[in-house]
C-alpha cells in the first residue's frame, strides 16, 4: 500500500513527471470503485429497493476493483520507469544498441497493456454503477453520479495512454491487437 500512496503523491507533485496520466486514471477509476460501493452499502437493507444480496455483491466487487486500480496506478508508474531506464541504457556498441532496442520495446509493450488492463477494469466499474443506478438509495444520488463520471474519466484516461504508447510498438500483429482490445472496450460502454 505504500508504494502505491507514493504514486499518488506523485502525480499532485506537477513538478515530478515521473507519474503521470495512467496513474491519475487509476486513481478516478479507484475513487469511482470506492464511491460505488459505498452507494451499494447504503442501498442494503432500504424499503423498496433490491435485496441485501444484491448490493453485497456490488459492494464487494466494488471493493476489489478500487484496490485493484489503486495498485494498477502504480504498476502504470513502474512501467513508465522501466521505459526511462531503458533510454538511459548505453548504446555504444551494436550489441548494446540492439540490447537496448529490445527492452524499448519490451517496455513499450507493457506500457500499453497496462492502461488496457485498468481500462478494463474502468470499464467494469462503470458497469457496476450502472447496474446499481436501476435501483438504490436516491439519497445518494449524488455519490452515485459522481462514481459514474470518475469511472468514465479513468477509462478514458487509461484508453488515452494505452493510445499515446502505441506509435512507438514496432511489431504490427500487437499494435492491431491491442488497438482491438480497446476498441472492444470503448464499444462496450457506448453500447451501455
Sequence with gaps: MGENIKAFLRVL???????????????AGSMAAGLIGM????????????????????AVRAEELAHELFDGGRID?????????????????????????????????????????????CREVLSLADTLAENFNASATSDLQCGQYLAIAGLKGCAANVRINL?????????????GELAAVLSETEAA
Excluded: W
Design 13 to 27: 507533485d506537477a513538478s515530478d513527471n515521473s507519474t503521470g496520466g495512467g496513474t491519475a486514471a487509476c486513481v
Design 39 to 58: 452507494v451499494a452499502r447504503l442501498s442494503m437493507g432500504k424499503d423498496g429497493l433490491g435485496p441485501t444480496a444484491h448490493y453485497e455483491r456490488i
Design 77 to 121: 508508474s513502474e512501467a513508465f520507469a522501466v521505459i526511462s531506464s531503458a533510454y538511459k541504457m548505453t548504446q555504444e556498441t551494436p550489441e548494446q544498441k540492439r540490447a537496448r532496442s529490445m527492452v524499448i520495446q519490451k517496455g513499450m509493450k507493457h506500457c500499453a497493456e497496462v492502461p488496457l488492463a485498468n481500462a478494463r477494469l
Design 167 to 179: 506509435p512507438y510498438i514496432k511489431d504490427e500483429v500487437v499494435v492491431k491487437r491491442i488497438e
